[in-house]
């Protein structure tokens, strides 16, 4: 008799993804790019290349324990700051002009980092 254990379940796989929409909406975000995805008992690994979301290209690695926890090291640019905001408002479920009146212009270069307990 084979038994099976979803927690023990262990593997890989690389990714080559293509967003079949352009704008984000509640929930739904569109990435294009290619990533690598190691599975293994009770975590996830994930390194991202050339990863296109947000109107952003995004680099990096994380780990993810489930789909409320993650943790890594994220890099990532963008050429227009407020694209980026009002796209990760509108995934977010906010609305379309999160900044109201205020327009932002240029470059956003961001590295965020895993907070501490």
């Given at each position: ?28 975000l569109p990435v294009s ?30 780990s993810l324990r489930s ?51």
């Amino acid at each position: 008799m084979v038994h099976f254990d979803p927690l023990k379940i262990a593997g890989s796989a690389r990714l080559s993804l293509v967003a079949t929409r352009q704008d984000p909406g509640p929930s739904v975000l569109p990435v294009s790019g290619k990533l690598d995805a190691q599975l293994h008992p009770g975590r996830t690994l994930v390194n991202l290349e050339s990863v296109s979301a947000l109107g952003s290209r995004l680099n990096g690695q994380f780990s993810l324990r489930s789909f409320r926890e993650i943790e890594g090291d994220f890099r990532g640019d963008t050429t227009d700051v407020d694209a980026l905001i009002t796209q990760l408002s509108r995934f977010l479920g906010g609305s379309d002009n999160p900044t109201g009146a205020i327009k932002l212009r240029g470059r956003f270069n961001s590295m965020p980092t895993q907070a501490e307990n």
